[in-house]
Antibody, heavy 123, light 108 residues
Framework: EVQLVESGGGLVKPGGSLRLSCAAS????????MNWVRQAPGKGLEWVSS????????YYADSVKGRFTISRDNAKDSLHLQMNSLSAEDTAVYYC????????????????WGQGALVTVSS | DIQMTQSPSSLSASVGDRVTITCRAS??????LNWYQQIPGKAPKLLIY???SLQNGVPSRFSGSGSGTDFTLTISSLQPEDFATYYC??????????FGQGTRVEIK
């Protein structure tokens, strides 16, 4: 059974930092693209960041570029998101999600998701 | 960046109804379009990928169609467990990969 389990969420003051982690099991973690997707309270889904299997390709949403850093440790089947200079606009549930290409398809889709980690930025 | 616009933003329907949700991209994304279902308090669930391919384990009452800029998610006969919010998402070319704003399906 595939499991993605986020941790590291919590309450942080504006300007502060937080590091999220996502522990993966039941999948060949080192061979897949991984992503962070967030959802502000009562709002829709926002893709945040993506990292390729070997960390060669990394992308960020403009809203977090320069403040967030995605990384992975394939030896430990874990994904991380270092979040700096946090503001109230970063308050959200953060999901890690596997990016997958089905056989014969070039359309990357998010097929497995964690349960989410709540990050609250407030003084 | 590619903008995704869903319509309607919400709808009310009864069990057994046929429901259609549309998603429009701001430029052609060929068939690089996915659909997700989200129940409140839960993580999103993949329903359809590549515009029309049904994800394993998803009931056949869900179907997707379209290409280019216009896409449709259809639920052929709405079931009680289908009341949720539905999102389209494009994965054309390199990121940013964007979601639609969501369509909330409510009980009439």
């Amino acid at each position: 059974e595939v499991q993605l389990v986020e941790s590291g969420g919590g309450l942080v003051k504006p300007g502060g930092s937080l590091r999220l982690s996502c522990a993966a099991s039941g999948l060949s973690f080192s061979t897949h693209n991984m992503n962070w997707v967030r959802q502000a309270p009562g709002k829709g889904l926002e893709w945040v960041s993506s990292i390729s299997s070997s960390s060669s390709y990394i992308y960020y949403a403009d809203s977090v570029k320069g403040r967030f850093t995605i990384s992975r440790d394939n030896a430990k089947d874990s994904l991380h998101l270092q979040m700096n200079s946090l503001s109230a606009e970063d308050t959200a549930v953060y999901y890690c999600a596997r990016g997958f290409y089905a056989s014969g398809s070039y359309c990357l889709h998010f097929d497995y998701w964690g349960q989410g980690a709540l990050v609250t930025v407030s003084s | 960046d590619i903008q995704m616009t869903q319509s309607p933003s919400s709808l009310s329907a009864s069990v057994g109804d046929r429901v259609t949700i549309t998603c429009r991209a701001s430029q052609s994304i060929t068939t690089y379009l996915n659909w997700y279902q989200q129940i409140p308090g839960k993580a999103p669930k993949l329903l359809i990928y590549g515009a029309s391919s049904l994800q394993n384990g998803v009931p056949s009452r869900f179907s997707g169609s379209g290409s280019g800029t216009d896409f449709t998610l259809t639920i052929s006969s709405l079931q009680p467990e289908d009341f949720a919010t539905y999102y389209c998402q494009q994965s054309y070319n390199t990121p940013p990969w964007t979601f639609g704003q969501g369509t909330r399906v409510e009980i009439k």
